[in-house]
């Protein structure tokens, strides 16, 4: 399993500004081996994917999510397609029916999650923003207005504050956070907050929403400004609140391929440089050594620092 997992290439997908929206940003098809061949997890008999811990059959929305857009992924590439889209009107349905209101928006809450000490129920910006790029597609594919009423739905949670239950949060410099994990202490996990910004950007190229271009916009300032604080010289980490290294796997296939996206969707420079700077690093054989070291001292470092602090 290993072997197959290192294997994986998560690259750049479609980058576009259409109305349209077609495949996805990034191409996250080859990761279907991940529930076909039971790495993370598995099909139950309607076709949805779960995990399971210990004992207990677990339903990841995120993991369904992600599950809908490859399939939507192989309609556009005409993979089977008629076999696709049947498994995409599945988890389509099967999300819609998750979904349940807060305020004046509509989320999907989560189970209690032991990695950021989250009690059940809380909200993720990565969930909504990955959640409307999926009913946004599910609208354009069966022209069923119900799904784009869902997409507005689930835009309004981007402005439910973390204080209030939701996952916004603008930091003393002004900037605009939609967290992953919504922690009691902002934990501000990169990769979570772009893949919300996705959701967003999404949502303005289908409605032409302006509040959705100026919250894009926001999100991307709020790159600009904080995006060093993810590097290191040898490598990148998750979030600001652990500043775990990340494995070799997702410095390949989750902080490099963003970076590039983000550049090809801004012209930026910066996310260019990022690109760069950490594939370089991952064709280090240096750094990618004092990465393994360092990804069991760091976070002993981290709990010593917390510890002589308080």
């Not at 989320?107 to 909504?128: C, L």
Request: proline content about 2%; overall charge positive; some cysteine.
């Amino acid at each position: 399993m290993a072997g197959i997992v290192n294997e994986i290439n998560l690259g750049v997908g479609n980058i576009s500004h259409d109305t349209i929206l077609g495949c996805y940003y990034q191409d996250i098809t080859p990761g279907i081996v991940h529930v076909e061949k039971g790495i993370f997890a598995a099909l139950d008999e309607n076709g949805i994917p779960y995990t399971i811990n210990g004992a207990k059959k677990s339903y990841a929305p995120i993991i369904t999510i992600q599950y809908a857009l490859m399939q939507y992924d192989f309609i556009v590439k005409r993979v089977d397609s008629e076999k696709s889209k049947v498994t995409f009107i599945r988890c389509l349905n099967w999300l819609e029916k998750r979904c349940e209101s807060l305020a004046d928006s509509m989320v999907i809450k989560n189970e209690a999650n032991s990695q950021y000490g989250i009690p059940e129920g809380w909200v993720s910006g990565m969930i909504q923003g990955q959640l409307i790029s999926v009913f946004l597609r599910g609208y354009q594919l069966l022209g069923d207005e119900k799904y784009l009423d869902l997409a507005h739905r689930c835009f309004r949670s981007f402005y439910i504050e973390y204080e209030q239950g939701g996952f916004r949060r603008v930091d003393e410099h002004g900037c605009v956070w939609f967290e992953e994990f919504a922690t009691k202490k902002p934990s501000f996990v990169l990769n979570g907050f772009i893949y919300a910004m996705f959701g967003i950007y999404d949502y303005y190229r289908v409605t032409s929403n302006e509040d959705s271009k100026k919250l894009w916009n926001d999100c991307v300032r709020t790159l600009e400004v904080n995006l060093h604080k993810y590097d290191v010289w040898y490598w990148s980490v998750y979030d600001q609140a652990k500043k775990q290294l990340v494995s070799y796997y997702y410095q390949k296939n989750v902080h490099v391929p963003i970076m590039k996206i983000m550049f090809q969707l801004t012209g930026n420079v910066i996310f260019s440089y990022f690109a760069t700077k950490w594939e370089k690093n991952l064709n280090n054989k240096f750094h990618r050594l004092l990465t393994v070291i360092m990804y069991r001292i760091k976070p002993r470092l981290h709990k010593l620092h917390s510890f002589l602090k308080n």
